[in-house]
């Protein structure tokens, strides 16, 4: 099942590096720099104004996977989690149903980086900025495969300017900015919660 409308300015950027730095260059890149403390409104608005078929949402820590994945349930989004923590049976059953199109969203570390067989994935969501440039190029070759389409969006807050700016030098490219029309920004959140990790 698709969602609502097209997200406005969701093109980003194409971005074609050499050997070890490649990623499909049918994959469209985009920054959305957001406050701590309101990732998971962002997030969520995002799912919500993007067409998509299927994402899969990377987060740093398993702790963050399983509070996310639980939040989107709660929200009626059909998702699932992959991470170490899991047994073999809850992650091929995870996989599966998200191959086969029971689950829109898979929340995953980056576990789900490298090796696994995801030929149809339509968005890849940075919600926690990845530990290395390297692990960057690694998430986002997860979508625009086979020669479709993808595209890659990269939450990031005030503090992990640094970090994105590593990823920039890492692929030799700059990485648009875009800010999501109509998302307050300037939201209070409903409670504290923390910058990174996502619960």
Known sequence: MSRGRKLAGSGG????????RTVP??????LYPVP?????????????????RSVIVFTRTKEGADGIVARLKQGGHSAA?????????QRKAALEGFKDGYYEILVATDIAARGLDLSDV??????DIPMTPDDYVHRVGRTGRAEAKGDAFTLYTPRETGAVQGIERFIRAEIPKRRLEGFDYNAAPPRPEP?????
């Open 25 to 30: 260059e049918s994959v469209n890149h985009a």
């Open 13 to 20: 950027v194409r971005i074609s590096i050499g050997r070890v």
């Open 36 to 52: 701590g403390p309101l990732k998971f409104r962002l997030l969520l608005a995002l799912l919500d104004k993007t067409e998509y």
């Open 195 to 199: 910058e990174e990790g996502g619960v």
């Open 81 to 89: 989690v992959l991470h170490g923590d899991r047994s073999q049976g």
């Open 122 to 127: 339509t968005h890849v969501i940075n919600y």
